[in-house]
């Protein structure tokens, strides 16, 4: 007879995720392992401090009794955590079928937990990148465990850690780190924001591989390093190894107050580029495995549009991602991920788009990620575009149907009234057939890559002349707006007709089915002055200008709101589908369309006004109740009168939203705005309003 579990622990198991890759401390050593198929000798270099340019200690592998297989292991006594290394590999130099070997280049651990330093000079033209650091996983995590909030109760806010803080305006003491992040906390809380999706905190290069710094360097962070090393660059402390505690302490604090931290993840390819890059780490160690080639090898197929493409679905590179991701999700108490350019890994190991690829499925059926948030960017810079093919097996998406529809409907575009219409109601022409639910679609006006909100409203073409690239780089076709003035004006009608813009698309973002996702900085009209690409622009036309806050107070407010009324509001939050149909006697349906006259929407005729009544659903166990919403939204240039509907009475709906107005009575916490009242309600140009009542009054 089996035993009865009778009583639980008193405090949470804490886990953490350990591989037989890297450097591995042990009581009286570290163990070292990489994996190579093809080298044909291996050494471990050994430094003292950071700013040694040459090792103290150079120690070959032994083939014979420290290979197992392709790994490579060796065994240390006398060395532990904080101990800086690298790795040298030889083996064959044959570009033309794909082998890279150079028996000079330190090499970067694959594996390694922390790097530290930079790029040294390299005189005699050895690159000698940032060093490894044998990194001590423990950490007293105090009870933290993952947030697990729903994903249809999710609030994204994507922002980048250094630009989060790191302007003076920001008043913090530890500007642009991690723990400046813990300093804003409260400011992240009073928004009402439930995640925060951190832009690549994954090792990549301060400065040149030559050693040189350069002021035009990758500030986005999108040319990875190391995938299991936080990024040193955000740490206070210049100890090698302090990211490491520094990171756990910026999520285990935005746990604390109920936030989650998603992390942007690169696997698509390297800092290392093509065929004329450095060879910093994978190149040097099995070239042929991690990358995609192309001609026999001798080329690197460009899937990213950044040099080179990681080759997913190999099986050695595929258990590296695994291993990855379970670790960040162990050790670092990750609870979410954000694929970058995902459709590379829905390609075979030939480069072919397949269905259900063995990494991608593997990914979302892993028993160690199930509590994890999967987003994939489903798109790569090769042509492939997967929104809502990406994968039928829980993955979200980042819902490039939903930015570029709800910018063309704002900007007047005609035909677009059937579009909003599906967006705004979940998305169901791009989910709904491959199984899954409205909150797999993230739904987005902006991103950090292209305009801003404030930029959207303010410019019509890209200004990117600061990337030095003659204005060449960037997204061309931005569906952009600027009122009649190319940037900032002194214009009061444009500034107040731009103002209303932004909140029209906040509005529409968060009445939304599906999951919103805000761009750090819209809130309070943050610009990168008409620059789309700002990938290399680490200064103020990135970082996050606090004086905004204030500046914008009105606008900041308006926003705020919004998210505490979406988050207080179930009928905004479906775990499915709409079907017009009603769950309830005397009920309206959960969703219905009708044009400015109160009758149903004829979609190959009205245009630019619709009226859209959202029916609470009967609460459950899981959903408290919900309220009847009634959206209403004019794109015209003019004024539009819109009359309720048969069986509608006016006296039971208050104004919580109205687009058009100043604040504070743009938005109504307490939803005490005006009643509907007589039966027509008159929107301004380009406007939106909303009001709400209570489920059971008629």
Known sequence: MGRELVHSLSSPIHSMHTFSYGAIPQDNGVLFSVYSRSATAMWLLLYNHVDDTEPSEVIRFNQEYGRLGDIWTAFISGIGPGQLYHFQADGPYQPEIGQRFDKRAR????????LAGNFQPSPDGIVRPPKCVVVDDQFDWQGDRHVRHHLADTVVYEMHVRGFTNSETSEVDHPGSYLGVIEKIPYLIDLGVTAVELMPIHEFPMNEADGTFTDHQNYWGYETLAFFAPHRGYATSREPGAQVREFKEMVRALHEAGIEVILDVVFNHTAEGNENGPTLSFRGLENQVYYHLEQGGKYYSNYSGCGNAINGNHPVVREMIFHCLRYWTCNYHIDGFRFDLASILSRDRSGHLVPNPPLVEAIAEDPLLADTKLIAEAWDAAGAYQVGSFSHIRWAEWNGRYRDDIRRFWRGDVPSLGDYAT??????DLYQKTGREPFHGVNFITAHDGFTLNDLVSYEHK????????????????????????GPTDDPAINAMRERQIKNFLATLFLSQGVPMLLSGDECRRTQRGNNNTYCQDNEISWFDWTLVDKHSGLYRFCKELIHFRLNEPTLRQRNFLTGQSDGVEKLPDVSWYNVMGEPVKWEHDKNCLMCILGAK???RRIKDGSDLMIMVNTSPDPQAFELPDGIKPKAWSLVIDTSARSPL????????????????????????CYTRKVGRR
């Open 107 to 114: 090499l970067i651990d694959p594996y390694a937990k922390a």
């Open 423 to 428: 967006r705004i109601s979940g998305s169901s």
């Open 463 to 486: 200004h990117n002349y600061a990337n030095r690239e003659d204005n060449r780089d960037g997204e061309n076709n931005n569906i952009s707006m600027n009122f009649g003035v190319e």
């Open 618 to 620: 009967h609460s459950s």
């Open 666 to 689: 743009d938005i109504f916490p307490k939803r005490d705005g005006t009643t509907l009242f007589p039966r027509v309600a008159v929107l301004p140009p380009r406007s939106l309003k």
